[in-house]
């Protein structure tokens, strides 16, 4: 099976319509997987103010992106792409990207 470049994106647009309503959520997920089995270990979620915590904290959002995650880490790793073990999921009103980047990127963001 080859890897498909549009997989991620196509992914997180179902999960962006089935849950994001609102246009003023912003911020970012920080992900960091084990690279020794591909799976999520950590995620620090950035968000741009208190009320955006609140709406999901404890909600089927949440829990879907940390599955979401989960299973990009692996099927990129499946597939040995680049910087497969860690990235960020920006967070525009009801768009989501992911950019997949080096652990040192991730660590110095999580540390700003």
Same mark, same amino acid.
């Not at 990129?76 to 967070?91: C, E, L, M, T």
């Given at each position: ?8 994106? &196509?992914?997180?647009?179902? *999960? &962006?319509?089935? #849950? ?19 799976? *999520?270990?950590?995620?620090?979620w950035?968000?741009?103010?208190d009320?955006?915590y609140?709406? =999901? ?6 829990? #879907?992106?940390m ?5 990009? *880490?692996?099927?990129?790793?499946? #597939? ?6 860690q990235?960020?999921? #920006? ?6 990207? =992911? ?11 999580r540390?700003?």
């Amino acid at each position: 099976m080859t890897y498909d470049s549009t997989f991620d994106q &196509a992914r997180l647009d179902q *999960l &962006a319509k089935q #849950h994001l309503t609102s246009e003023s959520m912003t911020g970012r997920i920080l992900f960091f997987g084990d690279p020794e089995e591909n799976r *999520l270990d950590l995620a620090t979620w950035q968000l741009d103010n208190d009320e955006d915590y609140d709406a =999901i904290k404890g909600s089927d959002f949440k829990l #879907h992106m940390m599955e979401l995650l989960d299973a990009l *880490l692996a099927y990129r790793a499946q #597939h040995d792409q680049p910087n497969a073990s860690q990235g960020v999921v #920006h967070v525009d009103g009801r768009r989501l990207s =992911i950019e997949w980047l080096p652990k040192a990127d991730v660590e110095a963001m999580r540390n700003s």
